[in-house]
C-alpha cells in the first residue's frame, strides 16, 4: 500500500512504513514516549531542589548548577546528530532512541551512588542524550505514524505527560527527601527511562530499504563543527558557572575561559558560513523562516523559564527556609494545567496549522507571572501567594510543551523537518543551559535575596523576545 505525503512541500508519491504499521505497535511506540517524558519530565522537575539538597549532603553548593548546564553542552551536539542521522535513515530513530534512554538510566543510577558533587556532575553531561533521544526522535516517530491531524493530537498529549511528570515529580521527590534520601529519588526515576526505550524498541519499526523513500539527501556529519561548538558552549557555561566560586571573574582562569569561548564562537560561524547545509547547525535550515522563529522563540522561553522552574525552590528552601516537600509544591503547581491545556493546544495547532496564536498567548502569560513574581518575591513572603502565581504560570508551561512539540511537526517543510526540530530543540537546551549559567552568576554575585528580583526581570525581558519571534510564525503553505 502507498500512501500520498502530504506533509511537506513535494507531491511526490512515497511509502511510509511507519504510517503503515500495526496499531498495536503504534501505540507501544507513543506509549513508550509517553514513559520516557513523563520519567524525563520528573527528572528536571526534582532536580532543583535534589541539588541543593545533596549539596548539604555531600558538599558543592557553589557548582551544583553545573549538574544542569553542561548537560546541554552535550545534548547541543546530540540533537543535530540525532537529526542528521535520523533524516538520512529514518529506520535508525527507533534504536537511536533506546540507547539515548539506556543512557539515562545509567546517568541517573550512577547519581545515586554519587560520593561527592562532582560525581554528580561529570556523569550528569551525559544525560543531553535523553533530551536528543525524546525532544527529536520521539516526536519524530510520532509524526511519521500519523497524520497531521492525529500527530497535533498526540504531540499535545505528551505536554499531558510532562505536567504528570511535572505534578508527580516535586510531590514524591520532597517527600522522599525529607523521609530518606535524594539518592532514593534518582532510584525511582531511572526505570521511567528504561521500560520507556525498551518499549519503543519493540514498538512500530521498519527495514533501512522500507524506509528509503522518507529518507533526506545529507552528505557527511559535521565534526569539526561539533568541536567548535562544544569549545564555545563549554567554556562559556563554565566560566560563568564558577565565576562567583572556584574561578572569579577577572582572573588567569575565566579570562582563558572567555578567551577559548570566543575563539569557538568564531570558529562556529566560520563553519557554518564554510558549509552551510552541511554544518551541525545547518544554514539551509536556519534559512526557514519557521525554523529559525521557532528555535529563537524557544531559546527565549527556555532562558526565561530557568529564574522561576530551577532557581525558584531554591530560593524558597535557603532564603525562606521551608522543607523540600513544601519547595517542591512551586513546580507541582505550575504543572496542574497542562494536565488539560496542552492537549486542547495542540489539537488547536494541529486544525489552525499554525502555532503562533498558542504561542504568542503563552509569551504573554510568562511576562505576567514573571512580573507577578518580581513583585511578591521577598524572605517572609507569603508562600501560599507564590502557589497561586505558579498555578497560573502552567497555562505558559502547557503552552510551552505544546507549541514546541505539535508546532515544528507540523509547520516545517517534510525535507527539512528532522534536521529544523533539532534545531529548535537545540535552541531549548541552548536556553537551559546560558540561562541557568548567566542567573547562576546573578544570584552569587548580588546574593540570592538581592539577585532574585534582577533574575525575574531577566526573565521578563526574554519572555518578550520570545513573543517578537512567536509573532513571525506562518503557515506552511505560505
Same mark, same amino acid.
Given at each position: 500500500?502507498? +500512501?500520498?505525503?502530504? %506533509?511537506?512541500? +513535494? ?19 507513543? =506509549? ?33 548548577? $553545573? ?40 546517568? &541517573? ?20 542524550? =535523553? ?67 525498551? $518499549? ?15 529518507? +533526506? ?13 562544544? =569549545? ?19 582572573? *588567569? ?6 578567551? &577559548?569561548?570566543?575563539?569557538? &564562537? ?54 525562606? %527556609? ?16 497542562? $494536565? ?7 489539537? *488547536? ?62 509547520? &516545517? ?31 552569587? +554575585? ?33
Amino acid at each position: 500500500m502507498e +500512501s500520498k505525503d502530504t %506533509q511537506g512541500t +513535494s507531491t511526490q508519491v512515497i511509502r511510509n512504513p511507519f504510517l503503515e504499521a500495526p496499531a498495536s505497535k503504534k501505540t507501544m511506540t507513543v =506509549v513508550g514516549i509517553y514513559i520516557a517524558v513523563v520519567g524525563s519530565i520528573i527528572q528536571s522537575a526534582t532536580l532543583s531542589t535534589l541539588l541543593p539538597v545533596a549539596g548539604r549532603e555531600i558538599g558543592g553548593l557553589d557548582y551544583y548548577s $553545573l549538574a544542569s548546564t553542561l548537560s546541554g553542552i552535550i545534548s547541543v551536539v546530540v540533537m543535530p546528530l540525532w537529526g542528521y542521522l535520523g533524516a538520512k535513515n529514518p529506520a535508525i530513530k527507533r534504536p537511536l532512541f533506546t540507547v539515548s534512554l539506556l543512557i539515562g538510566a545509567a546517568v &541517573l543510577f550512577a547519581r545515586a551512588l554519587a560520593p561527592s558533587m562532582m560525581a554528580v556532575v561529570v556523569p550528569s553531561t551525559l544525560y543531553g542524550f =535523553v533530551s536528543a533521544g525524546i525532544f527529536v526522535l520521539g516526536y519524530s516517530m510520532i509524526r511519521d505514524m500519523f497524520d497531521m491531524k492525529k500527530a497535533g493530537m498526540y504531540l499535545g498529549i505528551c505536554g499531558t505527560m510532562m505536567s504528570i511528570g511535572m505534578l508527580a515529580g516535586p510531590v514524591l521527590g520532597g517527600i522522599i527527601m525529607d523521609a530518606a534520601s535524594w539518592r532514593w529519588v534518582c532510584h525511582m526515576i531511572w526505570p521511567f527511562m528504561l521500560i520507556g526505550g525498551l $518499549l519503543v524498541f519493540f514498538g512500530a519499526k521498519a527495514t533501512t530499504e522500507e524506509a528509503a523513500g522518507m529518507a +533526506s539527501g545529507v552528505g557527511k556529519f559535521d565534526v569539526s563543527g561539533s568541536v567548535a561548538i562544544i =569549545v564555545f558552549l563549554g567554556s562559556l557555561i563554565t566560566a560563568l558557572s564558577l565565576g562567583t566560586s572556584f574561578l572569579p571573574f577577572g582572573t *588567569m582562569g575565566s579570562n582563558a575561559l572567555f578567551a &577559548l569561548a570566543a575563539v569557538g &564562537l568564531v570558529a562556529s560561524v566560520l563553519v557554518i558560513r564554510k558549509k552551510q547545509g552541511g554544518a551541525i547547525i545547518p544554514a539551509t535550515a536556519l534559512k526557514n523562516r519557521n525554523t529559525l522563529s521557532f528555535a529563537i522563540a524557544n531559546f527565549f522561553c527556555m532562558f526565561s523559564n530557568m529564574a522561576v522552574f530551577f532557581f525558584l525552590p531554591m530560593y524558597v528552601i535557603t532564603v525562606m %527556609q521551608l522543607p523540600a516537600t513544601e519547595a517542591g509544591l512551586t513546580t507541582t503547581l505550575y504543572s496542574v494545567a497542562g $494536565l488539560f491545556l496542552s492537549p486542547l493546544f495542540g489539537k *488547536m495547532i494541529g486544525k489552525a496549522g499554525n502555532a503562533r496564536g498558542v504561542l504568542s498567548f503563552g509569551c504573554i502569560m510568562r511576562i505576567v507571572v514573571a512580573g507577578a513574581l518580581l513583585l511578591v518575591m521577598a524572605p517572609d513572603a507569603n508562600i501560599f501567594v507564590i502557589y497561586i502565581i505558579m498555578l497560573v504560570a502552567g497555562c505558559y508551561n502547557s503552552v510551552q510543551s505544546s507549541a514546541f512539540s505539535a508546532g515544528p511537526q507540523i509547520q &516545517l517543510p517534510e525535507d527539512i523537518r528532522v534536521q529544523g526540530n533539532s534545531i529548535i530543540q537545540v535552541g531549548q537546551n541552548l536556553g537551559g543551559a546560558i540561562g541557568t549559567a548567566i542567573y547562576t552568576v546573578i544570584l552569587g +554575585s548580588m546574593g540570592i535575596v538581592g539577585g532574585m528580583p534582577i533574575a525575574l526581570a531577566v526573565s521578563v525581558a526574554a519572555a518578550a523576545g520570545a513573543l517578537v519571534f512567536a509573532l513571525r510564525l506562518r503557515k506552511l503553505e505560505d
